[in-house]
């Protein structure tokens, strides 16, 4: 994979969404327990940048976040806290992102069972700016 540019975090819209963290600004991002999921939140960095994706029904990437700050203490359950961003210029679906060959490689398209994924330069930039 190239150079990780951000990542994006899946939730379950009916248990946490990007107005759920729009309403409480920060938030602990927890509740993930997939081995490879866990090792990308272990690796964010204060300052790193997120897409707030909904699954379910929706699977849509909605809105953005940053990372406030890592505790990677408990490997198994590391403590990241984020920041809500701004809603995402244009939501896209699963579909979409499916369809968009700069994906072809990523987790989020190969291992759809991740929560956390991260994303390249060209991924981060569709998802948030098109």
């Known amino acids: 994979m190239d150079t990780i540019a951000g ?8 248990v946490y969404s990007f107005a ?7 938030t602990t991002w927890d509740g993930v327990t997939n ?8 690796e964010m960095k204060k300052g790193a940048k997120c897409v707030i994706y ?3 029904d929706e699977r849509t990437a909605i809105g953005t976040a940053t990372v406030l700050s890592v505790d990677p203490t408990d490997s198994r359950a590391p403590i990241v806290r984020i ?3 701004k809603p995402v210029k244009t939501p ?3 579909a979409e992102i499916k369809a ?3 994906f072809t490689q ?16 060209a991924q981060w930039d569709w998802l948030t700016l098109s």
């Open 7 to 14: 990542y994006l975090l899946k939730t379950e819209p009916s």
């Open 20 to 26: 759920d963290l729009q309403r409480d600004v920060e």
């Open 35 to 42: 081995p490879a999921a866990v090792k990308f939140l272990r």
């Open 54 to 56: 909904h699954t379910g």
């Open 83 to 85: 920041k809500v961003g």
């Open 92 to 94: 896209h679906s699963l």
């Open 100 to 102: 968009n060959p700069i």
């Open 106 to 121: 990523s987790p989020l398209v190969t291992q759809s069972r991740l929560s956390v994924v991260p994303l390249n330069e």
